[in-house]
């Protein structure tokens, strides 16, 4: 790989760590459109010099540090990765939902307000899971911020979203990626010639993104590395090579991801559910397993921050909402968007996790891989740049 992060995978990362940002790639590709007031933090101008379309791919759960891990399974990824990839950070948390939106608007957690895999409303008992997330609320007042796809579309840049069909119109995809026109592509041929499909329509400048899910599924499901984690890390390799075949001359196609991950074994599993030292004083739970939002009973705090702490030990930082947000992983957070974040705020270290086994999804506490936390293995994921 053409450069390193130059950290053991499990050492936890602070939001000043150097680097670009996953939330950094959609203004550089603007830029190179032409996109009047883009900035280029990736600095992509002077390479991609040219180029009038840009297709920007993001692998669900290819991590940095799953590179060489892949890579006896994807020759075609393999030999990108050695020569025109650089590492790039996903943000905090690091999950799917809140890196989409921050690569969907360019801009920080805390402005966009996808705090996590789930959060709560504020004002009541609901807890959001993004992913499960029709109507309710509005996507267009729960994510107020511009995407980078509108302000393309608004310049004139023809504008396509290829993702799974049942995406289509969730509030998720509304969230991060408004102003594209939808296409609907399941498996990563289908995606990969839906994008090429896109890239060739029209002939002034034209933006795709596109988005696969099946490495990240199958990791959590059958750990990194398993055997269909290899036949999944094989698909993507087929889809990477029939994009980069069939590339545009003028065209750039923009390869990243959302988050790495970390198999989680039996004995770093807590179980909040189970322990009642963890339930006691608890309201409810969001987050997910390596990042555990906790909203407390009125006055509950301190005892909460200190029974996690006892429990957990080494095994977590225990921290309250206003020293979570203090660390800058959010960004500056409004007003309105701070509830969304937990009264005590669990981040995992090494591979440990906290469980929900009874309040969560069934299958939630039977994964066998896990991301959200703030290690280099979660947090670190690739930009592959390649010209057509």
């Known amino acids: 790989m053409s450069e390193s992060p130059g950290v053991a995978p499990l050492t936890v990362l602070g939001p000043d760590h150097g680097g ?28 991609l010099a040219g180029v009038r379309r840009v297709a920007v791919l993001l692998v669900d759960g290819l991590g940095w540090y799953q590179l060489p891990t ?73 994510q107020p911020v511009t995407t980078q796809l509108e302000r393309a579309r608004a310049a004139g840049v023809a504008v396509t979203v290829v993702s799974r069909p049942e995406f289509g119109g969730s509030g998720l995809t509304v969230a991060a990626n408004r102003g ?43 750990g990194v590395d398993s055997e269909p984690w290899r036949v999944a890390a094989a698909e ?13 001359s003028d065209a750039a196609l923009l390869v990243t991801a959302d988050h790495g991950q970390l198999d989680v074994p039996a004995a770093h599993r807590f179980d909040l559910d189970t322990d009642p030292r963890l339930r006691a004083g608890l309201r409810l739970v969001a987050g997910e397993a390596r990042v555990r939002y906790l909203h407390v009973e009125p006055g509950a705090v301190d005892d909460v921050l200190a029974a996690w702490s006892e429990v957990l030990g080494d095994a977590a930082r225990v921290r309250t909402r206003d020293e979570a947000v203090a660390t800058g992983w959010f960004g500056p957070v409004p007003e309105e968007h701070l509830g969304r974040i937990g009264d005590v705020v669990v981040t995992c270290n090494d591979t440990y996790a906290v469980m929900a086994s009874r309040t969560e999804r069934p299958m939630a506490s039977k994964l066998v891989a896990y991301h959200g936390s703030d290690t280099a293995a979660e947090l670190t994921v690739p930009l592959l740049v390649i010209r057509g």
């Open 236 to 248: 993507v390799d087929t889809m990477l090579a029939r994009l980069v075949d069939g590339l545009p």
């Open 20 to 47: 670009g940002r996953l939330a950094d790639v959609l203004p550089s590709a603007l830029a190179v459109l032409g996109v009047s007031g883009s900035a280029d933090p990736l600095g992509l101008v002077p390479a």
């Open 180 to 222: 594209g026109d939808f296409r609907g592509a399941a498996g990563g041929e289908a995606v990969a010639a839906a994008m090429l499909a896109a890239l060739a329509t029209g002939g002034g400048p034209t933006l795709v993104s596109g988005y696969h899910a099946d490495l990240d599924r199958y990791g959590h499901v059958y």
């Open 70 to 142: 892949a890579a006896p399974y994807a020759p075609t990824l393999a030999g990108l990765a050695a020569t025109v990839a650089r590492p790039l950070i996903a943000g905090f948390p690091s999950t799917t939902p809140t890196s989409l939106v921050s690569l969907g608007t360019g801009v920080a957690p805390g402005a966009h307000g996808v705090l996590g895999f789930t959060v709560r409303v504020p004002g009541t008992d609901r807890v959001l899971t993004h992913t499960d997330w029709a109507a309710d609320p509005s996507p267009l007042t729960w």
